[in-house]
């Protein structure tokens, strides 16, 4: 089977960019999923507030799935549910990849392709807790699927692990199933979220946030989840915590299998493939998209971010043969944990026209700063810097850039009452 375009992901991203793709004139779109039906994340998030950026109205997490789904449907891309890509391989005639399904195994021939496998949460053993290994230990994708997709009741006591945005929508999902949510327990000195969503687990679910807390031991009882150690990370005592569910949440990783396979250069700091503002890898043809390369924005981030690429392949498409630009790589720097994308092409802004960071600590009233070789390009305004929360850069500034000059650097300044944003 040839494609113009194989999309890897039938998420935000990936539905988003076929649909895009489709409008600027690309034929063949080919969007191949592992899941039994497109949509991703969305499909068992029952809560509401998704489509707010992209499609300028408030749905469901199921409604926005069908959205997304029935409008690539429309434009006329190719959905194949139930296929997973095995291989990808990035040779210079082009990306090829294998494609696995309950029909057998095929051969994708692509003029480029796009990864939009977006991310998941990291699971109890590679957060290395100790203990038993019974059943009723679960992430948050997990647990969605058991009790919106299936339609499970998880009655019992239940702790979340995790005090991000996504941790109080676990918390949600689990009283929806009949369970009674002691508590949401996390490292770090204060929940990662707005205060509105501790103040309402509070009021309606009397649910409490147990911070500088880490879950040290697992026990299970005759295969069950049984109990749960707890343990003040400042050196505070321990206490055994009598539960039925355990349900981790957030410390996102991308999705970047395929990536790897392909031997895609990877960045250190966001773990998925490193890409430019055109959205492209370290491979001529191979582009990223969504929540594989900012784990994780939300899902109409992701979804913009897929409309952005499918105009940067639209034009690869339309150049094939000239020599791609080289890019000038960007640095996140102390106290930012990572920075996407991570290299800049001078002529093409990122999507939303900014670039998404992640801080590796607290801070108040930091500005974001990017230099290149001693020359400050960029001044953000005072911000609130949170662990695991997303800010932003504006990046009008990258037609500043040196193209042949050295790395942007991006780190945080202690705010002043001087000095204005850039």
């Known amino acids: 089977m040839d494609a113009d375009v194989l999309i890897v992901g039938a998420g935000p991203a990936g539905l988003a960019a076929a649909a895009e793709l489709r409008r600027r ?8 999923d592992r899941e039994a039906a497109p949509g991703g994340i969305p499909r068992h998030s029952k809560h509401t507030g998704y489509g707010l950026r992209d499609l300028h109205r408030v749905l469901s997490g ?10 690539a449907a429309r434009a006329g891309a190719q959905l194949r549910a139930g296929c997973t890509v095995t291989d990808l391989r990035a040779g210079g005639g082009g990306p090829s990849a294998t494609v696995t399904s309950a029909a057998g195994i095929e051969e994708v021939q692509a003029g480029a392709v796009l990864l939009a496998t977006g991310c998941r949460e990291r699971p109890r053993a590679a957060r290395l807790v100790p203990g038993d290994r019974p059943s009723g230990v679960l992430t948050t994708g997990e647990l969605q699927q058991r009790v919106y997709l299936a339609g499970e009741r998880l009655a019992g006591r239940a702790l979340v692990v995790g ?6 929508s676990a918390a949600v999902t689990l009283a929806h199933a009949g369970a009674r949510v002691l508590a949401l327990v996390t490292d770090q000195p204060r929940h990662q979220s707005y205060a509105a969503f501790k103040l309402g687990a509070a009021l309606r679910w009397r649910v409490p946030v147990w911070t500088s807390t880490a879950v040290t031991r697992v026990t299970g009882a005759n295969g069950r989840l049984a109990a749960v150690e707890v343990s003040g990370v400042d050196g505070g005592p321990s206490r055994v915590i009598a539960c039925d569910w355990l349900v981790f949440t957030g410390d996102w990783i991308p999705d970047h299998v395929l990536a790897r396979t392909a031997c895609l250069t990877l960045d250190k700091g966001t773990l998925g493939p490193a890409i430019d503002t055109t959205m492209a890898t370290s491979a001529p043809g191979v582009f990223a998209a969504g929540n594989l390369v900012h784990a994780a924005e939300t899902a109409d981030v992701a979804a913009l971010s897929g409309r952005h690429a499918a105009r940067q392949i639209t034009l690869y498409l339309a150049a094939a043969g000239r020599p791609v630009p080289s890019s000038v790589p960007v640095v996140a720097e102390t106290p930012l944990r990572w920075i996407s994308p991570n290299a800049i092409d001078p002529g093409v802004l990122p999507p939303l026209g900014r670039f998404a960071i992640r801080p590796a600590e607290y801070r108040e009233r930091a500005r974001l700063e990017a230099w290149q070789d001693g020359t400050l390009l960029a001044r953000s305004r ?41």
């Open 382 to 422: 005072p911000l609130r810097l949170i662990p695991g929360r997303p800010v932003h850069l504006r990046a009008a500034w990258v037609t500043s850039v040196d193209p042949a000059g050295g790395p942007v650097r991006v780190g945080a300044a202690h705010s002043s009452s001087s000095g204005g944003a850039i």
């Open 163 to 168: 005090a991000e945005h996504v941790s109080f």
């Open 62 to 71: 199921p409604a926005y799935a069908r959205a997304l789904t029935d409008a």
């Open 25 to 32: 004139g690309v034929r063949r779109v080919v969007v191949a």
